[in-house]
């Protein structure tokens, strides 16, 4: 049995004090949002809004088969399939295909940063690693579902309140399947196929009056480029780039459809003390500008040919990060895809073919807007 090791997320560390909002070229965002009023730019695609909100300069030319914006098709239950919807409009910086371009310039140093000679390793799978599922679970809910209070006992300032729809036996990430307390990032979350709405918290304890405890939590709008309208500059969310993670993760569904139509998520060890649209928010004080910043993406270069001895999971996820890459989301080990579990992935395949992917076979996609203190 293939080995994982299951991250720990990462202070959120201290946030910026910014009121810029720049132009975006090829992560096009807004900064602003929300009742501290927006900022629209001309010659680009930036608008109110944050977090993951906004297009890119890329191809928006979209796989067929899929519906964007719109949750209603997916099936209810914990890690239901999505049945072709896909969270955000076609034209979102998630959703755009940025295959042809530009390379950034310090893409070399960047990408030593990280790792050359480090392959990629799949931070989900099939069974159990330490005693629980491995990957970030989630559910899908209607609006049918009960709106429960939260408590947020660390970021509140930076939170949207609740309620929340949560079930109070949603999964939470690294929940141990004999029941035993547990630590980690304890993510969870939800989304209402009914309202297009996504809900996400991190280090959630679910309380016995039904309500719940998170130290964050954000609603992001699955329908909209302005995913996220109450956020302001520098927010944290449930990642410490302030981004959504589920829109991120790679779910058996899509790799079965033979398409993931969406740029997907990785950690590394050190970040710098910046942000990159569509990111929203920095976890570290480094300012070495040979680290990546939150929201950098980076892409399987062209010239690498995917070896077609590789199974149809591990071709798929390779296939997407060649036309929608993988943004920087969160302090974490290097080069850790995540995903969300799934009885159907075959760990050994994923593990041994993905590892054998280095760093040195990726580039980054031109950084343009880069937020600083």
Request: aromatic share 8%.
């Amino acid at each position: 049995m293939a080995q994982f090791f299951m991250r720990n997320r990462a202070s959120a560390g201290a946030t910026p004090a910014i009121a810029l909002c720049v132009l975006v070229t090829l992560l096009s965002a807004a900064c602003g949002g929300g009742s501290g009023g927006g900022v629209s730019t001309t010659g680009g695609s930036a608008s109110t809004g944050s977090t993951g909100s906004g297009s890119t300069s890329g191809s928006n030319s979209n796989p067929a088969g899929f519906t964007y914006a719109n949750m209603a098709s997916a099936s209810l239950g914990a890690g239901a399939s999505l049945n072709g919807a896909v969270p955000f409009p076609a034209d979102n910086a998630w959703n755009t295909d940025i295959s042809q371009a530009p390379v950034d310039p310090n893409s070399d140093n960047l990408i030593a940063g990280i790792g050359l000679s480090q392959g990629l390793h799949p931070d989900f799978g099939s069974g159990l690693y330490a005693g629980a599922p491995i990957g970030i679970p989630y559910v899908v809910v209607s609006s049918a579902q009960a709106m429960v209070p939260i408590d947020f006992v660390a970021y509140g300032d930076q939170s949207d309140p609740g309620p929340y729809p949560i079930p109070a036996n949603a999964p939470i990430e690294g929940q141990l399947a004999d029941g035993s307390p547990f630590g980690g990032d304890r993510h969870v979350i939800v989304i209402d196929r009914d309202t297009n709405r996504l809900y996400e918290m991190d280090n959630s304890f679910p309380q016995s009056d039904g309500s719940w405890q998170a130290d964050s939590g954000a609603i992001f709008d699955l329908d909209s480029d302005d995913v996220r309208p109450t956020a302001q500059p520098g927010w944290t969310s449930a990642d410490a780039a302030g981004l959504p993670i589920f829109p991120g993760l790679a779910r058996y569904d899509e790799v079965a459809a033979g398409t993931i139509p969406h740029a997907l998520r990785f950690t590394v060890q050190s970040t710098r003390e910046a942000y990159l649209p569509p990111a929203n928010h920095w976890a570290s004080s480094s300012t070495n500008a040979n680290l990546p910043p939150m929201g950098m993406r980076v892409r399987l270069k062209a010239s690498y040919v995917i070896p077609s001895t590789f199974s149809q999971d591990s071709q798929v996820i390779l296939h997407a990060l060649k036309t929608y890459g993988m943004i920087v989301a969160d302090n974490g080990s290097n080069w850790f895809i995540s995903g969300a579990p799934d009885s159907r992935w075959n760990n050994d395949n994923l593990v041994g073919e993905l590892g054998s992917v280095q760093g040195s076979n990726f580039e980054v996609v031109q950084m343009t807007g880069l937020v600083t203190p």
